[in-house]
């Protein structure tokens, strides 16, 4: 393994000074993404600069907004009871995302600026419509930036909105309103390994009809993304048997999969609409539709 310094800084101000210091140095909150990549030699950070001892990153604030602070681990969402209540699409994701050690760890801000294709958190926080709160260097002063729509966030494999001086300060996730649902579903090699596909859904319900509908995907494309496609087949629909087979199965317009070590292009294609279905037909389960 490489060498690196790692610094522990407990303001921002601190934080801020050793990012302009050290081109190069990455952050970290658990670091189980970035150690990974450091031992396997994809990354090679001249230093890590851990937020885990900066105050108040780690609170999840609830409201009509929900803000889940950047220091956030995924084992604090899944014990956070009003998570648990309004969010158990986030925490359904939540207990598949590695192993218990990982899980006190890692943290959801961290699974989203790893970026990665195949990521379980991504496709929910789409489905959810949540914004990531960034916070930026600016004249030597802390500010908060406008957020950003987490569909923006991502840029490509790896690859987030982020620039030199910036890191997230939250992720905010508005209250789903009533009779509404969600739901996610995975298909991985074995236990503990990334994705082969996720996908998430999102129902909001008037009688029975769909009123509103979001469906995102991942380890189908170089980001995790919506599938307009299913998203305006269904929108205004009234519920039928086949309603959710028919417009799951245009899933295939809003994904460019590949070939990789956990799957091929042509069985993530296959198997995609087959996911999507059963979200979407969870989804309207829990919205209070009937069929």
Not at 37 to 47: D, K, L, Q
Not at 221 to 241: D, F, V
Request: charged residues 25%; neutral net charge; glycine residues 8%.
């Amino acid at each position: 393994m490489i060498r690196f310094e790692y610094y522990r800084p407990k303001s921002l101000e601190e934080v801020w000074e050793l990012k302009e210091k050290i081109p190069g140095a990455r952050f970290i909150a658990g670091g189980t993404d970035v150690m990974v990549g450091i031992r396997n030699g994809e990354i090679s950070p001249p230093a890590l600069i851990s937020l885990r001892s900066l105050p108040g990153l780690d609170n999840i604030e609830v409201g009509e907004t929900t803000h889940i602070g950047s220091l956030t681990t995924i084992r604090d969402l899944i014990h956070h009871p009003s998570i648990v209540d309004k969010f158990p699409i986030l925490v359904e994701a939540a207990k598949e995302l590695g192993s218990l050690q990982i899980r006190n760890m890692a943290t959801l801000a961290g699974n989203i600026c790893n970026a990665s294709p195949g990521a379980d958190t991504p496709p929910i926080l789409l489905a959810l419509d949540a914004e990531v709160e960034i916070c930026a260097l600016n004249g030597g002063v802390e500010v908060q930036q406008s957020r950003v729509p987490i569909g923006g966030f991502f840029v490509g494999p790896k690859k987030t909105v982020l620039k030199q001086g910036q890191m997230v300060h939250s992720v905010s996730v508005p209250l789903p309103p009533e009779h509404s649902g969600s739901a996610f579903r995975r298909l991985a090699r074995v236990s503990l390994d990334i994705a082969k596909i996720n996908c998430a859904a999102f129902i909001k319900r008037e009688g029975d009809r769909v009123e509103t509908a979001r469906v995102a995907l991942g380890s189908v494309a170089p980001t995790p993304l919506r599938a307009p496609s299913i998203e305006g087949a269904l929108e205004g629909q009234k519920y039928g048997e086949r309603l959710f087979q028919e417009a799951a199965e245009l899933v295939k317009a809003d994904i460019t999969p590949i070939d990789d070590v956990r799957s091929t292009a042509e069985y993530r294609s296959q198997i995609a609409s087959l996911l999507v279905r059963e979200a979407l037909q969870e989804a309207w389960r829990r919205s209070g539709g009937k069929g």
